[in-house]
């Protein structure tokens, strides 16, 4: 009862005036990443308006195969396990997760986020649950400083699509030097279903483009241009599936691009930045692996696979894994 009414912690790695500093560094080189578009109460609020779209059903499929299958992943959970999750969103995949753990035990819960108002959100979803609360702002890819703040053995979640986000060399290896023997990694992913190459696999990736080109999507990408002072006929929002070569074979990924139609300063905090017609802003990826793609991954990059969940359709998958000793 009492840890109930505890105030959550929160910690801050990052300002939203490092992000705004950021935003402006990167524009300047003519890049912005997918990190900052999440960022500040807009950023924030434009990712849960799209994440409850209609036309944008991934992260919705991949909460309710949880749900499905959170049972049967609470078996494979030892009972004095911790919960982090990385790029917490609004938690409610974690809050499934939670009322599944507290039915064994008084979990720490470590809610980590580039955004301050996400981490805000994942707190206040779970304020009734009796668990020790932590909210973290702050990168993934600062995994190394992020570990110091949480109490091993941790169920490692990273949810909602977000490991296809990184190059998955990158992101196994940073997942396997931060975490210990005893913790379980969590993650899932909207994958193609069928071999790639298969007729399956082909019509998916067709649909892929459909969701991420949806109008919904195209404005939570162009948001931060469009706040800035961009008009939308100054600039093209282009999103490509491409064929990218890897240590297993050819994977598919999405490539983003806003490419600039006019000459146009933007004012930001910073200063201003100035884009000339044919300037191309090169934006973030999402990879779109078969099941097998990623099973032969995570084998090559050392870990164990305990336990799969494939949504009868075969197009979402929640993994279970350890890092191989
Ligand atoms: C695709 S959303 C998924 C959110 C949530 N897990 C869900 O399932 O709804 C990705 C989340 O990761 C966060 N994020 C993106 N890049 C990040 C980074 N480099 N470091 C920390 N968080 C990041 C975003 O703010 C966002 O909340």
Not at 73 to 82: A, E, K, L, Y
Request: aromatic fraction near 10%; include cysteine.
């Amino acid at each position: 009862m009492q840890t109930m009414q505890q105030n959550p912690e929160k910690i801050e790695l990052i300002s939203e005036k490092d992000l705004k500093e950021k935003l402006y560094e990167n524009l300047k080189q003519h890049h912005l990443p997918d990190y900052l578009l999440y960022a500040g109460s807009e950023g924030a609020k434009n990712w849960l308006t799209l994440n409850g779209s209609e036309n944008f059903p991934v992260a919705r499929g991949l909460k309710e195969l949880l749900r499905e299958k959170v049972e049967e992943i609470g078996r494979f959970i030892p009972s004095c396990m911790n919960l982090v999750s990385l790029g917490v969103g609004n938690g409610e995949k974690e809050r499934i997760l939670l009322e599944k753990l507290v039915q064994k035990s008084s979990p720490s819960y470590y809610a980590i986020d580039i955004s301050s108002k996400l981490v805000d959100s994942a707190l206040e979803t779970v304020r009734d649950l009796p668990v020790k609360k932590t909210g973290i702002v702050g990168f993934i890819e600062e995994l190394g400083v992020l570990k110091n703040y949480w109490r091993p053995p941790v169920l490692f979640c990273i949810l909602g699509n977000t490991f296809c986000n990184y190059e998955p060399d990158f992101i196994l290896k940073l997942v396997r030097e931060n975490l210990d023997s005893g913790d379980i990694f969590l993650f899932d992913a909207h994958i193609l279903p069928g071999a790639e190459g298969s007729e399956a696999a082909k019509a998916a990736s067709r649909s892929v483009l459909g969701t991420y080109a949806s109008r919904e999507n195209a404005l939570f990408n162009m948001y931060p241009l469009i706040h800035y002072g961009m008009a939308l006929e100054d600039f093209d929002f282009e999103l490509l599936l491409s064929h990218v070569d890897s240590r297993i074979g050819t994977l598919y990924r999405t490539r983003k691009t806003m490419n600039i139609l006019k000459e146009t300063s933007l004012e930001l905090d910073s200063g201003t930045v100035t884009f000339k017609e044919g300037d191309i802003i090169g934006m973030g990826f999402t990879y779109k692996y078969t099941y097998d793609q990623i099973i032969a991954f995570l084998n090559i990059c050392e870990f164990d696979v305990l336990r799969t969940f494939l949504s009868e359709d075969r197009t979402n998958v929640i993994i279970l894994a350890k890092k191989r000793t």
